[in-house]
């Protein structure tokens, strides 16, 4: 009878191993799915910015390659889209720490809120009052290049009939490298 106990328990711990086993597999093929989709649902930045107004405030998912990232704190980077010309300021929120140098050059998925900032008429005298001041002073390319920016944004609002021009940029939860 002894015999039998141990045989019985033996065969229920085979038994219990075996079911763990299973669902830690299952867990596992789970998270892999997880992963895929987040690749599969996330969007190019060209596509997200041409819905933009409608998505402020949402959570999207967006897939591009990290052009920059902050040297001194990591706290941001430069996601660029498929032209490698348009870029989105991703700011390190939620589950981010921070981005690392290392991620320059990298393909991602991040996940976050997507934010505007809208530069009104007022704001884009003030910035162009300030060039204007330190163009004696300092890189006089790099002032003319900002003005030329400033005066692209004035085009842009009076083109769409807009008081403001908006500037995007994500508040990114979690990221993900993809390889």
Do not use: P
């Amino acid at each position: 009878m002894k015999n039998f106990i141990y045989v019985l328990v033996a065969a229920l711990s085979v038994s219990l191993a075996a079911c763990t086993s299973n669902k830690k597999k299952n867990v596992e093929s789970t998270e892999q799915q997880e992963v895929a989709l987040s690749v599969d649902k996330a969007v190019c930045l060209e596509d997200l910015l041409a819905n933009a107004e409608a998505n402020v405030g949402k959570e999207v998912t967006l897939r591009g390659v990290i052009t920059h990232t902050c040297k001194h704190s990591g706290r941001r980077c430069f996601i660029a889209g498929k032209d490698q010309k348009t870029t989105i300021r991703v700011e390190a929120k939620g589950n981010i720490g921070g981005f690392n140098r290392e991620l320059i050059g990298s393909e991602v998925v991040v996940k976050g809120t997507l934010r505007e900032n809208r530069l009104t008429k007022e704001y884009l005298a003030q910035m162009e009052e300030d060039l204007n001041d330190k163009q004696g002073k300092e890189n006089a390319e790099t002032c003319e290049s900002e003005l030329k920016n400033i005066e692209g944004m004035r085009e842009w609002m009076k083109a769409n009939n807009k008081d403001f021009y908006s500037v995007y940029y994500m508040d990114g939860l979690e990221y993900e490298v993809v390889e």
